[in-house]
């Protein structure tokens, strides 16, 4: 073991929000705190992202008098292990339990610590609500919009959001119905009014990931936490099978740093890795993914040299896109879950038949796009939708009915045709196939009822993420009204969805079941405790700030519980 140059109690690897709760902990409880982030920015994956944590039972719902317990919600999770069949290694009973127990008093801490959280969009029910237990409302939890000048010098070290406006993300959805929602023009022009007062004002706001990020950022510089950037972590220390430390690479050389009460890695995954996908998942694709530029597995590869099992690495949160060309070096890829979950849209194979409920989970649109491609050409599958898709609705960003960008033609994008066998044999599918599932789609329509997948069902198909809710009907409209419109849709994600096994403490655990002292983890560097399925928005981050909470406690010796 190589001499230390330095020592803290707790070390966290990486900065997202699992990060943060953590280190708030530790640092009420008196210890030091070191995170290392290796790129240059704080926040990872959740900073690009909606911010949503997935509490069931969270304070926001019960001061609402929602009618929500943990009972409930342990049905709902349990139900959900069953959809799957073969139980996942990253879950158990008893670990969902402490999951739920923690969640909401994670919550509390957090808001204690002057991290400012509301109860999210009304209209985000769990992704399976039709479930026992499950939650037809919201059971999710999100940030205030956040002014970034509260972070004073460390401004330009918060990885930039995707909605940088003073605006709840709730209204932000809505907004994005605006030729639907009769209230989006004065939303608008509220949200232009407080822009004109905060740039007056010398304020600079964010708002979804970003803003939890910034406000947990905020509160842990604020607690004492040293954070040091573009510090990868090169190895894990161990003593006598006991982790003890971290190597990492800063400033050109290696320093090797001792951690007196332990390691927490949350490092996020290996979406940027192509060679791990390609083990782990093939036929996913690294250019397909939103995570950030240091999401690449180093973590994973470095716990389980040191014995830790990994599980759940088929595993991705899917995100649905569909690339327009010139988007590839956007942001944030153009999602597709929206084009084809509402109203006159469908999503067909390559080989023109319609295969899904498109208005599902997208971690299960796309693990079901991957599982038809292994069957039929699936990857891209064809979005299908009409000139009433196109009057009402925006694709890859863009509202198209009146001039469809010219590139988008030309490079064979965007196909378009008067009729649906044109279409078809301009997508280079069956013309009588995709004929007959627009007709039967139609028929579906006309009977109220869409008797193949039951799109529409559940309360979460209507949702505005997904359908439109500003419709008289959120989710089934005929495919009938030319011109015809096909756009290709790609299984993309928003993080990968294993790593290693932990136990109800958040510590790390061996092959064999025992538990790798001094080294926990949390976030998507876990396999997940919701197993292969996904529980609703936040289903990530929500489990990641709940295990960094728990992790800490139990390293502080506060519990071994919560």
Known sequence: MPPFDETFDWIVVGSGAGSFASA??????????LILEKTGFAGGTTAKSGGVMWVPANPFMLAEGEDDDLAKAERYLDALQELDGAPASGTSPAKRRAFLEAGPRAVDFLVAQGVALRRGPEFWPDYYDELP???KTTRTVVAEPFDLKQLGPMQSRLRKGFAEYNVLLADAMKMGHRRTNPEAGKMMLRMALRTIKDKLLGRKFTTAGAALQGRLFKAAIDAGTTIRFEAAVTQLVTDQDAVVGVAVSVDGGQKVIRASRGVLVNAGGFAKNQAM?????????????LVPEGDTGDLHKEMERIGAQLAQMDQMVGYQATISPGSEANYVLPGAQGLTGKPHAILVDQSGVRYMNEGGSYELYCETMLKRHREVPAVPSWAIFDSQYTAKYQVAGQFIDKKPPKRWI?????????SIRGLAHSIDVDPARLSDTITQW?????????????RGARAYDG?????????????????????????????????????AVTDECGRVLRQDGSVIEGLYATGVSTASVMGNVYAGAGASIGPAVTFGYIAARHAAGLDNAA
Not at 411 to 417: A, D, G, P, T, V
């Open 463 to 499: 949702c505005g993420f997904v359908g439109d809710p500003f419709s008289a009907e959120p989710s089934l409209g005929t495919v009938a009204k030319g011109p015809f419109y096909a756009v290709p849709v790609v299984p993309g994600d928003v993080s990968t969805y294993g790593g």
């Open 133 to 135: 237990g499950g939650c």
């Open 442 to 454: 139609n028929g579906f329509v006309a009977n109220g009822e869409d008797a193949q997948f039951h």
């Open 24 to 33: 708030l902990v530790m640092r009420e409880a008196g210890y030091s705190v």
């Open 277 to 289: 996908r390609d083990r782990y998942m093939p036929g996913t694709n690294s250019e397909w993914s």
């Open 410 to 418: 030309e490079e064979r994008y965007l196909h378009k045709s008067d």
